[in-house]
């Protein structure tokens, strides 16, 4: 179970194929995500991405389409990204009309490595809202401060 | 790029007893293990083990007054958190943005293309 969950979506007037162009296609992620972008679209493939003078390596899960589309990134130099080292990122597009497609995004990462698997249950059944469900905690923790 | 520090962080306030111990130390200021366990629904040593964790995550800070251990939130770090997963979420607002604008785009030139080709 992920120790932080990030979610995002966005409505696009566009057919689920163009924008799985637009998030698949290295020249044109290079335009939303990182400065270069080294990746072939295949399960499994390793790849590279460059943010100003960082970089680091990503990892191709799920390709399938124009339906979904996943990839872990930060990891571990050296080590294979897997549940645990990682923070995974999941792309998927559902139609929602002839030329309109819903783009859904979750990050999600930071296993919680040593949690027994009854608490892990907990925390999941109590975090079904994710990332929004967590800031207002978050923000109600902040709220009950004394002001100064 | 994430840090070890950050793991140690979201690890310590996902859980949920431990975000009930974060939130009575939050309202109550300057409290001791004992005087949290006993407005806990859970043990003495369920408690010492939160307290260490959330002290590990930077969370919270203690100090010692004669025979007991005193524990305060560490607001600057809870802050910072918050701040964090703002700034996550804002990050990939942004890319959808982009992504929309790049998509959209890409469709009225396809369109202008295929009635060209008409």
Known sequence: ?148 | MTTQTDDELWSAIADPSRCHVLDLLVSNGEVSASWLAGRVPFTRQAVSKHLVVLERAGLVSRRKQGREVLYQVQTDRLDQATRAMAQLAAQWDRRLAAIKRLAEAAHAENKKGDRHDG
């Open chain 1, 1 to 148: 179970m992920p120790g932080l969950v990030i979610e995002r979506d966005v409505l696009i007037e566009a057919p689920a194929e163009v924008v799985w162009r637009t998030i698949t296609e290295p020249d044109q992620m290079s335009q939303w995500f990182a400065d270069r972008v080294e990746l072939v679209v295949e399960p499994g493939a390793h790849g590279y991405m460059q943010f100003g003078d960082q970089g680091g390596p990503v990892v191709v899960e799920v390709v399938d389409p124009p339906a979904r589309f996943s990839f872990r990134w930060n990891h571990p130099r050296g080590e294979e990204p897997v549940a645990g080292n990682s923070m995974l990122v999941e792309f998927t597009l559902t139609p929602e009309g002839d030329e309109l497609t819903r783009l859904r995004v979750v990050e999600s990462g930071h296993e919680l490595r040593d949690w027994p698997d009854a608490e892990k249950q907990r925390y999941a059944d109590e975090h079904r809202g994710g990332w929004a469900e967590y800031l207002d905690r978050l923000a109600t923790l902040l709220g009950k401060r004394q002001p100064g």
